[in-house]
């Protein structure tokens, strides 16, 4: 049937050719298995010498660096929505660290899901600076792998959050189902679009904003909280894996009733994309997110890139900074800035989650780990 | 105990040591990994984690959906190669050159397309719902996307075996007077088996891991259309990478037994050809 397989039968005579040796089987696994530890032994050789070598090397260049002022680079590794900022701020700190020190800067950037970032860096990416989504996404590189100190979120002013957001609506145009805050949402047939907090930072701050209307209202407490969520959550139909994913369903899909989201992202969505098509709507009370930032430690000293480093953050509460972060629809902490930008921030009840929640370390395992109050929503009943 | 080595080209031992070796470094280094890193949790803990509610729905679509889809695929992608190479129309190359797509296609691009298409506002999915079908975001749409990335497999390991096979076979058979459905039986299908046999392996072994264009089209409900790559992905979020693990070793297992049954299937089905 098949030609081909006879070619390399045993059949074949290769008199006129010479014979392969013959070698037995345990020869050759020897063989291999000696390759193989010596492929791992000098890959941990590597390994070694990249740990213990590039301190030198690091400190080397920074040595020249302040002598000659050679160009430097930074990575932020951030989250999804900041990418617009950022573009920005970079090229205001470029000019501003230029001007100040005469050294050329590039900030590099990385975008995605705050936690794929979170454990990029946790697991090598050599960021310089973090601007994640969630406290927990950075106390993670404390408590996993040690390259930040304990009191990292003490380190700059306002809990190191240079800007804030909040969570607020987006509606069809008009708002066909009258809706104007959080109760709203769990009436009967409603569709919200929020994306799964199981696996997107954004969607865990949907979801404790609805938690913490609750517990605002007169006479709220955990146990209505809880039923609220979980009614909440019935009116979900889809749970996208990240925020721009929900943004697409409700958006693109015309699928939904409601979209939870960012304030930043409903702004830029609402004001730049669909005018004609989405509305705001503003809740009586909200979250008020707090992205956190740092320098990494570990990352800064090998690259001998601290002062930079520092600079770049502390800048971001500038006014100059400040300015960029509301242009880019942050709310700026600076109250100077926010009062300039007023018409574009509207009045909003907000909590943090330190405030209801004893911050995101209890906030995490308690709401969102396996087992946790939103998988019990989806558990069975047994 | 030695093997023959009778072959034409010397180096054999060489050869081989060569690939234990790039398997090694390529296949067996990570997975091992894999393995150790899921054995730093308990026994007890481990089969807690593997065996919870959430795990159990999440196998009973990724295992059921992709075994589904490759079946679709092994029966309309042999119809495909078939098409391909017995008839001679006009597009023919077009067609063939489509048949690869999903394999070029970035997983993720797939997944949103599918979506737009099928999701109730969608083109197609506007017409579904009318009839009260609804695609995007249950699990029909998961065993969707899971056919659609399987097509090629099928269609790529029939389709040089069904080349080799001579029409006059098909001639001689209905000469010595079989019926077209013996002929098929008996000499078509036979032959095809094998192959078909191979495809589904691979296009099921594929579905299992997808990820990219599943995530889009599945809704990821709890308990409902979580496929399991996306709950590694949950375990992974909440920095759970024991439990992330663990799950990707029983995934790992049952592809592996999987696989290893298909090929036994298909040496029986060549023992039984010959």
Redesign the interface.
């Known amino acids: ?2 030609p081909s397989s006879s070619l ?1 039968s ?1 059949s ?1 005579s ?1 008199s006129t ?13 020897a ?2 298995a000696l ?2 530890i010596a ?2 032994a000098g890959l941990g050789a590597c390994k070694k010498s990249d740990g213990s070598g590039a301190s030198p090397a690091g400190s080397n260049s920074a040595g020249v660096a302040t002598a000659s002022k050679a160009p430097v680079t930074l990575l932020n590794v951030s989250y999804d929505p900041t990418r617009e900022l950022y573009q920005e701020f970079n090229s205001a700190f470029a000019k501003y660290w230029k001007d100040k020190t005469g050294q050329d800067v590039k900030v590099n950037q990385s975008h995605g899901g705050g ?2 970032q979170a ?1 990029a860096v ?1 697991d090598g990416l050599e960021a310089d600076v973090v601007t994640l989504a969630l406290g927990y996404d950075v106390s ?1 590189l404390h408590d ?1 792998g040690k390259l930040i100190p304990e009191n990292w979120q003490s380190r700059l002013p306002q809990n190191s959050a240079p800007y804030t957001s909040t969570i607020v609506f987006v509606v069809r145009k008009g708002n066909p189902k009258k809706i104007k805050d959080w109760n709203d949402l769990i009436r009967e047939g409603m569709q919200v679009i929020t994306p ?1 907090p ?2 997107s930072g954004g969607a865990r701050w949907n979801y404790l904003a609805a938690w913490g209307y609750v517990l605002k209202q007169p006479g709220g407490d955990e146990t209505k909280a809880r039923e609220f969520i979980s009614k909440l959550y019935k009116n979900v ?5 990240g925020a721009r ?1 929900a943004t ?2 409700f958006v ?4 939904g009733d409601v979209l939870i989201t960012w304030e930043n992202e409903a702004i830029l969505s609402v004001h730049e994309f669909s005018k004609d098509n989405l509305e705001l709507v503003i809740p009586s009370v909200s979250v008020l997110t707090e992205p956190p930032v740092t320098i990494v430690d570990k990352n800064v000293d090998k690259h001998g890139t601290r002062e930079v480093a520092e600079a770049y953050l502390q800048f971001l509460y500038t006014p100059e900074g400040q300015a960029v972060v509301a242009r880019n629809y942050y709310r700026p902490r600076d109250a100077a800035t926010l009062a300039k930008y007023k018409a574009q921030f509207p009045d909003v009840l907000l909590f943090t989650v330190d405030e209801l929640f004893g911050g995101w370390s209890k906030a ?1 395992p308690t709401h ?3 087992g946790g109050i939103f ?1 019990q929503i ?3 009943k047994k | 105990m030695r093997f023959k080595t009778r072959g034409v080209l010397p180096g054999f031992g060489l050869s081989l040591g060569y690939t234990v070796l790039y398997v090694g470094l390529l296949v067996l280094l990570p997975l091992s990994a894999m393995i150790i890193k899921a054995s730093s949790l308990g026994l007890s803990e481990f089969w807690l984690k593997v065996t919870d509610d959430r795990a159990l729905a999440a196998y009973r679509l990724s295992f059921g959906s992709a075994f589904v889809g490759s079946l679709l695929n092994a029966v309309f992608g042999v119809l495909v190669a078939w098409v391909l190479v017995r008839y001679r129309f006009p597009g023919r190359g077009i067609v063939d050159a489509l048949v690869d797509l999903p394999f070029a296609l970035p997983t993720a691009v797939a997944g949103i397309a599918l979506t737009t298409v099928y999701a109730e506002h969608g083109v197609l999915g506007e017409q579904l719902a009318k009839i009260g079908v609804k695609v995007a975001f249950t699990p029909l749409g998961v065993t969707m996307a899971l056919t659609f990335i399987g097509i090629p497999f099928v269609v790529r390991t029939v389709q040089p075996v069904l080349e080799e096979i001579d029409p006059d076979v098909e001639e001689a058979a209905a000469v010595l007077g079989a019926t077209r459905f013996q002929t098929f039986r008996r000499v078509i299908f036979p032959a095809l088996l094998p192959a078909t046999l191979t495809g589904f392996a691979l296009a099921f072994a594929r579905a299992l891991g997808e990820y990219g264009s599943v995530v889009f089209i599945s809704g990821n409900m709890p308990m409902r259309t979580e496929i399991t790559p996306l709950l590694i992905v949950t375990k992974l979020e909440q920095y759970d990478y024991a439990g992330a693990t663990a799950i990707a070793a029983v995934m790992l297992l049952a592809s592996f037994g999987m696989l290893l049954l298909v090929n036994l299937l298909e040496r029986w089905a060549r023992r039984a050809e010959a």
């Open positions: 049937m098949n390399s045993s074949y290769s050719l010479p014979r392969a040796p013959r070698r037995t089987f345990g020869f050759t696994l063989r291999a390759l193989l492929a791992s936690g794929k454990r946790l993670i996993k799964s199981k696996t139909p889809v749970l996208d894996s994913g697409t369903t693109e899909r015309k699928i995490q969102f780990n396996d998988d989806y558990q069975p």
